[in-house]
């Protein structure tokens, strides 16, 4: 839902009449429910046809904007070209769905060993940008991505999980996670940026409409010092008195620190799912009205079986077609297809092994840069590609 959207303002209005049982009890559910909302089984209408392994690809749309963080020229201006391309993912990664859906669609549960492929090819020079991922955990669901361009230098490394609960009317979604952004730099020297992610708010679920907004503070904190704050509950001025006014949709504001100041070197703000602008100069810093580019695959027929648009294409045509019988039915051969799996490794005392990552307790990259900013909490799991995928052939 953009900023100038408003859900309906009847319960259930936005449910197609067929389903409006279905979304009642699901509702029911929801406000019953004390444990991990991720763990419920939502009514076929409000399901997206993509599987959640495919997420990842949202980091990277705009290639020509991660490609251009190796083109700065100092640490500062590496900084700002992070915040930049990071900024212009949040509309896909967040509002994207609603435009194509009309409400924002609870994504597929990945299978544990999901998987999910695909490039986005060299033009004008920017390198070609890779994308693994792979569904590391079932319970609680974990994905796994690593996307790089080679030519640029770039390796961005990272997980995501979420733990959801009810408030208020709304899903609360606490991401699990982070993000490293690794640049080559010309002198052979690397340089680290640890992302952490925003908090989720999901609101419209009474009408059956449901839409994303970010709340809180996420931080890029550099291997240089440099530091970014983004926080997406900031309004947009002052008004009498020193009064907040403003609250518009998708609305955030971001500072840029130097190495060891508090003092805002550049600041940021405006519409994440839109425009923003420098707040000093008024220049134009993102603009993501234009098309993204979609990630490229091969085609369903040549895919393995676990490969994320093989798995769920008969699930996925259901949704799309409106089928709610057909997409119930293979998505129940889906999972229990999984439950007999972990039935029989349980049997025969084995364990799903992981194909192109590695669990480690303590990330070390996080632990010692979130220490520059007091991230919490102090220390975070993560998976480490193994190098074990071959990408196609730059062209």
């Not at 990071?86 to 669609?105: P, V």
Request: with cysteine; aromatic share 10%; glycine share 8%.
């Amino acid at each position: 839902m953009s900023g100038s959207q408003t859900p309906s303002e009847m319960p259930g209005e936005g449910v197609p009449a067929a389903q409006k049982s279905s979304w009642s009890s699901f509702v029911k559910s929801i406000v019953s429910f004390s444990g991990d909302l991720s763990s419920l089984t939502a009514p076929p209408f409000i399901l997206s046809p993509i599987s959640l392994t495919e997420f990842p690809a949202y980091w990277c749309e705009r290639p020509e904007l991660f490609a251009a963080i190796a083109d700065a020229k100092d640490e500062k201006e590496r900084s700002i070209a992070v915040l930049k391309w990071f900024i212009s993912t949040l509309k896909g990664q967040y509002t994207s769905r609603n435009e194509k859906l009309g409400s924002e669609k609870k994504p597929l549960n990945p299978v544990l060993g999901e998987l999910f492929y695909g490039h986005w090819p060299d033009r004008n020079g920017r390198g070609q940008t890779n994308l693994v991922v792979e569904q590391v955990s079932h319970h609680p669901p974990i994905t796994a991505y690593y996307i790089s361009n080679p030519q640029k230098g770039l390796a961005l490394q990272g997980h995501s999980a979420q733990k959801t609960s009810f408030s208020s009317g709304s899903i609360v979604v606490k991401q699990i996670g982070h993000a490293v952004l690794t640049v080559d730099l010309p002198d052979g020297k690397k340089e680290e940026f640890l992302i952490t992610l925003p908090r989720l708010r999901i609101d419209g679920i009474w009408y059956g409409s449901p839409y994303i907004e970010l709340t809180g503070i996420s931080y890029i904190q550099s291997s240089s010092g440099w530091l970014s704050t983004i926080d997406y509950e900031a309004k947009e001025g002052r008004g009498y008195f020193g009064l907040s006014f403003g609250g518009k949709s998708h609305f955030f504001k971001a500072v840029l620190t130097a190495p060891g100041s508090s003092t805002p070197v550049k600041r940021y703000e405006g519409l994440w799912h839109e425009t923003s602008k420098d707040s000093d100069s008024g220049e134009i810093f993102t603009d993501v009205r234009t098309p993204k580019e979609e990630v490229t695959v091969g085609p369903v027929e040549a895919m393995l079986d676990f490969e994320s648009r093989k798995l769920w294409q008969h699930v996925a045509r259901g949704i799309r077609e409106g089928d709610y019988e057909l997409a119930s039915r293979e998505k129940s051969k889906i999972e229990n297809d999984q439950r007999q799996r972990r039935r029989d490794e349980q049997a025969a005392g084995t364990r799903w092994q992981l194909k192109h990552f590695e669990h480690i307790e303590s990330d070390p990259v996080y632990e010692r840069l979130g220490q520059l900013f007091n991230a919490n909490p102090p220390k975070e799991d993560t998976y480490v590609f193994m190098n074990n995928r071959d990408f196609p052939p730059t062209v």
